[in-house]
């Protein structure tokens, strides 16, 4: 093994003109670090996890270089690798919720930095089982509903306006039955959409689950309810974690939880993980606990940025 990083890179991440620049000044930095790394580009959706499960098995730290849907793909990989190969990250996509859930902004020269520094953590996974027998696992929010909708729509558009996609979403929308089956409680009932989060964002910093901690244990859960126009104001709010508490959002804390539809005869919402469309529910999720170690800054940047900009972290719900 001729280097010590495996950076495993999407060529069309947010656009393939950015995504040559953003990988060229990735590599002026990684050089002016003098780290030693060889670089892998993907082809094909689910190379990266093929790629990164067989670098990890070589003794490869492995990096994803690109959006959410490449570090969600090679944190997979790798953990399915049972290596325990160290895994980090680049952000160069257009939300960069993954990195941001162990702290790393969207800065390509800092998260050199941070690679370079060579500090790792655990932290909680989550591990999300079809019943059509798809598992994955995932760092920030699994969901179901209506924002499962939006992904498969941003996956399948290659759409970058997050708005325009849950604008075009929501018309056609109409509310379903679910059932929530966690440890201790059963929510059962109408809901657009139901997020189990690992970490608090997705969408490119929406706090859907701002609570959550990856420290814990556990998944924190928000079954939404809000009128379809009504949930739209609240996008807005979820930019700055000022959407919790709200008396259309119910809040729970699992180890596990367990999503199907309660009539038969509705379409089965679709669930997703860190931006990934899994299939159609029902589900399972599992939280891990200290479930994988990662490259990461030693305080979370990303809070701290949150902080600055908002003058409060985004865990803190009082408002």
């Given at each position: 093994m001729e280097a010590d990083y495996a950076i495993i890179h999407n060529p069309i991440a947010g656009g393939s003109k950015k995504a040559t620049e953003d990988m060229a000044f990735a590599k002026k930095c990684l050089d002016e670090l003098k780290l030693s790394y060889k670089f892998f580009e993907t082809q094909y959706a689910g190379h990266a996890i093929e790629l990164a499960s067989n670098l990890a098995k070589k003794g490869y730290r492995v990096i994803g270089a690109g959006g959410d849907g490449t570090c969600n793909e090679v944190l997979h990989g790798v953990i399915s690798s049972k290596s325990n190969a160290l895994c980090g990250f680049i952000p160069m996509g257009s939300g960069n919720d993954i990195p941001a859930v162990i702290g790393i902004t969207p800065d390509i020269k800092r998260a050199c930095e941070i690679i370079a520094e060579g500090y790792s953590s655990k932290s909680d996974i989550g591990l999300a089982k079809t019943d059509e027998g798809i598992e994955r696992y995932f760092l920030g929010v699994g969901s179901q509903g209506f924002d499962a909708e939006v992904a498969r729509r941003a996956n399948e558009n290659q759409e970058k306006n997050y708005n325009a996609l849950v604008l075009k979403a929501l018309f056609g929308w109409k509310s379903r039955e679910i059932k929530v089956i966690m440890d201790s409680e059963t929510f059962e009932g109408f809901a657009n959409l139901t997020a189990v989060g690992n970490g608090g964002a997705y969408g490119g910093g929406m706090y859907i689950c701002q609570k959550a901690s990856?420290?814990?244990?556990?998944?924190?859960?928000?079954?939404?309810?809000?009128?379809?126009?009504?949930?739209?104001?609240?996008?807005?709010?979820?930019?700055?974690?000022?959407?919790?508490?709200?008396?259309?959002?119910?809040?729970?804390?699992?180890?596990?939880?367990?999503?199907?539809?309660?009539?038969?005869?509705?379409?089965?919402?679709?669930?997703?993980?860190?931006?990934?469309?899994?299939?159609?529910?029902?589900?399972?999720?599992?939280?891990?606990?200290?479930?994988?170690?990662?490259?990461?800054?030693?305080?979370?940047?990303?809070?701290?940025?949150?902080?600055?900009?908002?003058?409060?972290?985004?865990?803190?719900?009082?408002?």
């Open positions: 990856i420290e814990d244990g556990l998944f924190d859960i928000s079954i939404v309810d809000i009128g379809k126009f009504k949930l739209l104001l609240q996008f807005k709010r979820m930019y700055s974690a000022s959407l919790l508490p709200h008396p259309n959002v119910h809040e729970y804390q699992s180890k596990k939880v367990r999503i199907e539809m309660v009539n038969s005869e509705d379409e089965p919402y679709l669930c997703q993980v860190d931006g990934e469309v899994l299939g159609k529910l029902p589900v399972t999720y599992e939280t891990i606990k200290d479930g994988y170690e990662f490259i990461c800054p030693k305080t979370n940047e990303v809070a701290k940025a949150f902080k600055e900009k908002y003058g409060r972290y985004f865990y803190e719900c009082e408002h």
